[in-house]
Nanobody
């Protein structure tokens, strides 16, 4: 049963922008910490951003603060990640995830503690 579906990845030049989308089932979305984590080849997973669907709570990883913006559309059970001023070091597979606590996503995701995560969408930033 598919619960989270990401889209929006691609290949861009440094300085460009991309927006990722994550569509969730209502059960997966409601009153959860929805967010994104990423993993680059040969590197550990890194939490990127988290938003609480039951209120106004948002957190960002230090490496993306000021450049990335997470938002949500409750009518569509969808979470977005607007990525601006992309850098080559942002190159990674980006995964959408749902959790019962923000601590399971930031600063480092704990896959065993996540309620669900998607298949990932690849973001490649060239210099």
């Amino acid at each position: 049963q598919v619960q989270l579906v990401e889209s929006g990845g691609g290949s861009v030049q440094a300085g460009a922008s991309l927006t990722l989308s994550c569509a969730a089932s209502e059960y997966t979305y409601s009153n959860k910490y929805m967010g994104w984590f990423r993993q680059a080849p040969g590197k550990e997973r890194e939490g990127v951003a988290v938003i609480y669907t039951g209120g106004n709570i948002i957190y960002y990883g230090d490496s993306v603060k000021g450049r990335f913006t997470i938002s949500r559309d409750d009518a569509k059970n969808t979470v977005y990640l607007q990525m601006d001023s992309l850098k080559p070091e942002d190159t990674a597979m980006y995964y959408c995830a749902a959790a019962s606590s923000s601590y399971f996503l930031l600063p480092k995701p704990e896959p065993n503690a996540l309620d669900a995560w998607g298949q990932g969408t690849l973001v490649t930033v060239s210099s």
